[in-house]
């Protein structure tokens, strides 16, 4: 079924929409998977699904190619208690579609789906073409892009779609959640106590605001540490033996993030540990011919500081979509109409340029 643009645009939206009325929490999306899988039975595209991830290929593809891979997620988070809103009721004013998941990541999900659809029955494309719009993006679920990778065919380049003004984020930092403990003596408050944990507390914390690792990006800058939670103790009366705190690395391509918890093992004033190291930091060269073909459209690059499925990816990719990331997770999330217009014209020049060039 060939569409033109303007209506396949139209469709994209009411698919956004229908997608926005319909709760999908990480690792609860059976409900939007049913709804993309309509999109390409509708349309007489052969797809699959395994768990909640629906993905398909392009009819005419060529094991002989490079593949790539589109990609966005159809998982949300759930809405926060500012919104003023329903989150499940897409609502159209000014321009804006209101609804939870609409920025984060619908508008790019169906653009991208968009965007397939138009080059599902291309003969002579450069590479393959394959979709996945993927679940748990937003818990880092083991049920998300990761587990589709030994799945799908070989990707030799990916565009993951999340909200970036439709710029070309040419990298992402990684990420290494740590768990760490600042020690004491345990004691009854009516007690004296030099060994006070929560006192101990205070050099520590300075010495995590000021520590600064060396290396710094020229695409992402430093790498970025944040503690974001502390707790301890459960009585007024009692001096804890321990607190604990929880800190956020966002680490650039200059480090792995074996070597960001090196560091921190080594140097930090207590004990810190990662809970895990699989979600690196991810790059596309800029002078790739896909990055290329957007600079080409007067796109700009930039190195975007929050976390996709790009850090799955082992390929070059490139993260690119409409909304604002800005947006993200905030009280009464909305994208602009106009935004998903430009995202699928934009992703089809952007795609015209790469996949009808011979050398790309």
């Not at 349309?43 to 768990?51: A, C, D, E, L």
């Amino acid at each position: 079924m060939k569409q033109n643009i303007p209506s396949l645009t139209t469709d994209a939206i009411g698919l956004l929409k229908d997608l926005i009325a319909t709760p999908s929490f990480s690792s609860e999306e059976n409900d939007t998977a049913e709804l993309l899988e309509r999109w390409f039975m509708n349309r007489g595209i052969p797809h699959q699904r395994t768990v909640n991830n629906v993905y398909a290929l392009n009819k005419y593809f060529d094991k002989s190619k490079p593949t790539l891979l589109l990609n966005s997620h159809h998982d949300t988070v759930r809405p926060n208690t500012a919104y003023t809103r329903d989150p499940f009721l897409p609502t159209v004013e000014d321009g804006k579609l209101f609804g939870l998941g609409s920025n984060d990541a619908g508008g790019a999900l169906v653009s991208l789906i968009a965007a397939f659809t138009h080059f599902y029955e291309r003969e002579g494309l450069s590479h393959n073409l394959i979709i996945v719009a993927s679940a748990e993006e937003e818990s880092s679920g083991p049920n998300g892009l990761n587990s589709m990778l030994k799945i799908l065919p070989k990707i030799d380049v990916a565009i993951v779609g999340e909200p970036t003004l439709m710029q070309l984020a040419i990298a992402e930092k990684g990420l290494v959640v740590f768990d760490a403990e600042v020690k004491g003596t345990p004691s009854h408050a009516a007690h004296p106590n030099a060994d006070n944990s929560i006192y101990n507390c205070i050099d520590v914390l300075k010495w995590f605001r000021e520590f600064r690792f060396a290396k710094v990006s020229e695409v992402l800058g430093e790498v970025k540490l944040t503690v974001t939670q502390i707790n301890g103790g459960s009585q007024h009366n009692v001096v804890p033996a321990g607190v604990n705190l929880v800190i956020d690395v966002r680490v650039n391509d200059r480090y792995t993030n074996r070597e960001v918890a090196d560091i921190l093992q080594e140097n930090a004033p207590c004990n810190v540990q990662p809970r895990s190291l699989h979600l690196n930091s991810s790059s596309i060269p800029r002078e790739h011919p896909l990055v290329q073909s957007g600079i080409a459209l007067g796109r700009e690059t930039y190195g975007s500081p929050t976390l996709s499925d790009q850090a799955a990816l082992s390929c070059p990719s490139l993260k690119l979509g409409p909304g604002d990331s800005k947006r993200s997770h905030s009280a009464d999330e909305f994208i602009w109409i106009s935004e998903i217009e430009e995202g699928i014209a934009l992703y089809i020049d952007i795609l015209n340029g790469f996949l009808l060039t011979k050398s790309a």
